[in-house]
């Protein structure tokens, strides 16, 4: 299973972009990225999933690089409701992400 | 439609004891994981169920089981507590094996 290197906090102010990044040298030919948000005393929450390119939706965008070796979330305009721990996660499909979310990423929004 | 619910949201238990923790999936979800999450080493795998059936197993010792019902609601048991398993046990739901989980809020667990 892949593994996962993520910063473990980064601070940002309110109203900016903010571009979390997270390296997977090992990632395997038929895995996804998958990122998760976690708010302080609720469960984590699916966000985004990609496997090449560019992914956008409703919340944020997912960047993965041709070698497909790291990915940057990226969160437009962030407010002080983003600060959460953002975790990045390999695997097939959702199925093997069950085993590596590890400690993830703090960010903390600025006013 | 209703979230994956957890309880009890809170427990205190003593060392040596052991402790029985509930999860109601979503409703349509057949797959449920179990995760404990800690300070110290985050968010960790402890086993998924399908169809009444463990499908993935993290490594922690045998003293965590779990079981699934025909209603797709889950248990997990955690037996001869110590103090090291205080943490946050969270549940997921998803509607198959390797679909986009839902957590529940957690429950958390005190052991003194």
């Known amino acids: 299973l892949a593994k996962t290197t993520q910063p473990i906090s980064m601070d940002s102010y309110e109203g900016q972009e903010v571009n979390i990044t997270c390296s997977h040298n090992n990632i395997a030919t038929n895995d996804y990225i998958t990122w998760y948000q976690q708010f302080p005393s609720q469960g984590p929450r699916f966000i985004i999933q990609g496997y090449k390119t560019k992914v956008t939706n409703e919340v944020a965008s997912l960047f993965i690089p041709a070698d497909r070796k790291s990915s940057t979330l990226s969160l437009p305009r962030v407010s002080l409701s983003d600060t959460a721990v953002y975790y990045c996660?390999?695997?097939?499909?959702?199925?093997?992400?069950?085993?590596?979310f590890g400690k993830g990423n703090q960010v903390v929004v600025i006013p | 439609k209703a979230g994956v619910t957890q309880t009890p949201r809170y427990l205190i238990k003593t060392r040596g004891q052991q402790v029985t923790l509930s999860c109601s999936p979503i409703?349509?979800?057949?797959?449920v994981s179990w995760y404990q999450q800690t300070p110290g080493q985050g968010l960790q795998f402890l086993f998924e169920?399908?169809?009444?059936?463990?499908?993935n197993k993290g490594n922690f010792p045998g003293r965590f089981s779990g079981r699934q019902f025909s209603n797709s609601r889950s248990e997990m048991n955690v037996s001869t507590l110590e103090l090291g398993d205080s943490a946050l046990y969270l549940c997921?739901?998803?509607?198959?094996?390797?679909?986009?989980?839902?957590f529940g809020p957690g429950t958390r667990l005190t052991v003194l």
């Open positions: 409703s349509g979800h057949r797959s």
């Open positions: 997921a739901s998803s509607p198959l094996l390797g679909n986009e989980q839902f």
């Open positions: 169920y399908f169809s009444e059936t463990q499908r």
């Open positions: 996660l390999v695997g097939r499909n959702y199925g093997n992400n069950r085993l590596a």
